[in-house]
């Protein structure tokens, strides 16, 4: 007879209640693993040049060497070369940075946009901060009356009004951002930087003006422009070994841009001013020739190989969607541009385009242009009282010749490719107080004086 096993009654309880806890450890296993932490998402450093025209730096091809840590860091970088801004005004070039949406889009006030202007569109800061972000802006110019909205929405906003103090202004402003740093390694952080130079009045301190002896007229201008830049250039060197000494390098997505560029007499803007006789302008917001719209953007990702150009056309409202792909961060809020990243893994994305606008006051009139670069072709859409002007030009050979008459069915091809783009929204008038027009007209966006 086979032996019989004698259970007690301890025994018989025990048993159901071993074999429970077995089933349940192999049921929490997966879970256990899957609570793992997960990586440390990369930190993100957004450096914002004003007045920053792409062909005036040295990685771009400048034969003034005026960017020699820029290069730097442009040799770890991806560069982008046909980069172009939304409008080139500094509010709604950085609303379309910071929102991925085209200024007729912002549905209300560029200089005033705030939450409710821009409530169907992710706000990068606010987006960064639902995430764990610190974020943190330090500012070195006196344009903050038109972006309150968006700097209201980082925990630390730092303002240093220099204007014709800048070599103390903007070492305030980088030292500042640098003592932020020390502070806040521990959590992944956001850290915006505006630098105001090379925005007019060009005056760089001596050890920087090193091009404009024996120059005159808009020749001297820009020699005196690059000095600012080279000033800056050394900025953002602080910026950069900052990261390197605390071991942040291959911890932080660094993105350098620029809101718009600037004119130095270049192409007759009379269409755009409304003038009878030729008008070689200078400055900005006055037309969107490349001169104020192409822009740098340098993207260094930790991970990425660097020292690689993108020579497709980009543009200034891809750059959020792009970020938050690369910091994993998902968005169902409505997005005008398109992720970069199939561009950067060398893949091709059809159909690149950049798309850009203004509305502007000339002499008391209003004049809404429109501009679209696609397949080496850019098109300008010019509307005022006196109708609708187009300019075509042919990338490679310049702006100066209109070769709207020559490609009349490609120039209306465009000009309804501007149209289908925008569903024939353009972008509203502002009503502004008078201490607002003031600080506008003494940079130049308004023309009174203009008839």
Known sequence: MPAQLHVTAHQSLALPLITLFLIGLILLAPACRQAEPEPARPN???????????????????????SPNIDRLAAESIL????????PFTPGSH?????????????????????????????????????????????????????????????????????????????????????????????????????????????PINEFDLWSEGLEGNQRE?????????????????????????????????????????????????DFL?????????GHYKGLFDTETRVPLLLRVPGLDGGRKVNSVTQSVDLLPTLLELLVIGNERTIDGSSLL???????????????????????RTVLSKSIVADGWKLMAIESDEG?????????????????????PLAEELRQRIHDLTDGRVMEEEERDAETLERLRSLGYIEDDLQ
């Open 342 to 364: 199939p561009l950067i893994n060398g893949e091709p994305r059809p159909d690149s385009y950049a798309f850009s606008e203004m509305r502007k006051r000339v002499g008391g």
């Open 44 to 66: 993100l450093l957004f450096i914002m040049i004003d007045t920053l025209r792409a062909d005036h730096l040295s990685c771009y091809g400048h034969e003034r060497e005026t």
């Open 95 to 203: 609303w379309s940075n910071f929102t991925g949406r085209y200024p007729h889009n912002f549905g209300d006030s560029i200089s005033e946009a705030a939450e409710g202007v821009m409530g169907d569109a992710p706000v990068m800061t606010l987006v960064l901060r639902e995430q764990g972000y610190r974020t943190a802006a330090f500012i070195s110019n006196d344009m903050v009356k038109f972006l309150g909205g968006m700097f209201g929405h980082f925990e630390r906003f730092n303002e240093r009004q220099y204007r014709k103090k800048h070599d103390t202004g903007f070492y305030q402003t980088t030292n500042a951002a640098l003592q932020w740093l020390d502070g806040n390694t521990r959590e992944p952080f956001f850290l915006f930087i505006h630098y105001w130079d090379p925005h007019a009045v060009y005056n």
């Open 274 to 282: 409304l003038q009878k006789e030729s008008t070689y302008y200078t």
């Open 222 to 270: 820009a020699a005196l422009y690059d000095g600012e830049i080279r000033f800056v250039d050394t900025k953002v060197r602080m910026l950069l070994d900052k990261l390197d000494e605390l071991g942040l390098d291959d911890d932080t997505i660094v993105v350098l841009t620029s809101d718009h560029g600037e004119a130095f007499g270049e192409h007759d803007g009379r």
């Open 80 to 87: 982008f070369e046909n980069h172009y801004c939304s409008i």
């Open 388 to 408: 609708e002007v187009l300019r075509l030009h042919r990338l490679e050979q310049g702006e100066d010749q209109n070769l709207a008459g020559v490609e009349g």
